[in-house]
């Protein structure tokens, strides 16, 4: 029983570390921390690892780590849909002019502004 109880807590505390972690998460800005977020996921890695290292079958542990997929992904979606809303407002203005030519509205940008696409392009998407 006593053996019992210990691999309980000890599973308990291991819990309690991922939820924290996830947790935290939810509060961290994806597109301004990424190097925080995968850190974070790479430490819940490791605690899983840990486990199955110490023996505890991945067979048994499958439900477990699904759990824990479906809160991380939950934190991601939080963080992507936050980061998608928050764009619109971070980006600078951009300014095209409308021509109307050959019977179209067409688009003209200043090529100082084609440069700011590209920054903000390869600033976010890469």
């Not at 963080?79 to 928050?86: D, E, F, V």
């Not at 764009?87 to 084609?114: G, H, M, V």
Request: hydrophobic share 35%; with cysteine; net charge positive.
């Amino acid at each position: 029983a006593e053996k019992l109880k210990t691999e309980n807590l000890k599973l308990r505390r291991h819990h309690l570390t991922i939820q924290q972690i996830v947790c935290s998460l939810m509060n961290t800005d994806l597109l301004r921390e990424p190097h925080k977020w995968h850190q974070q996921v790479q430490d819940i890695r490791k605690i899983m690892d840990t486990l199955t290292n110490e023996g505890y079958s991945a067979k048994n542990m499958k439900p477990w780590r699904s759990f824990w997929d479906r809160q991380l992904y939950k934190a991601l979606d939080l963080q992507y849909t936050n980061g998608l809303k928050a764009l619109n407002e971070n980006l600078p203005d951009i300014k095209i002019d409308l021509i109307f030519r050959e019977k179209a509205i067409q688009y003209k940008l200043p090529s100082s502004q084609i440069v700011i696409l590209l920054r903000i392009y390869s600033r976010f998407f890469h």
